[in-house]
């Protein structure tokens, strides 16, 4: 019984464990990455309506 219970945990480690947290950082990158995105977009449209308004400030 007890070989099992050691199996079922690496299994859980080996499998269970990344799968979930690959899900969570893919609707992470998702998530914050289109934000990004579209935060780059409205930038650059109000840079090109305000040519004075530098598009990335150092």
Do not use: C, H, S
Not at 7 to 20: A, N
Not at 26 to 43: A, C, H, P, S, T
Request: net charge positive; proline share 7%.
């Amino acid at each position: 019984m007890r070989i099992a219970t050691i199996e079922i945990f690496t299994m859980l480690l080996l499998f269970v464990v990344p799968i979930l947290v690959g899900i969570a950082l893919v609707k992470y990158f998702i998530r914050y990455g289109i934000d990004y995105y579209l935060d780059q977009k409205e930038k650059r449209a109000a840079a090109r309506q305000n040519p004075q308004i530098p598009d990335n400030p150092q």
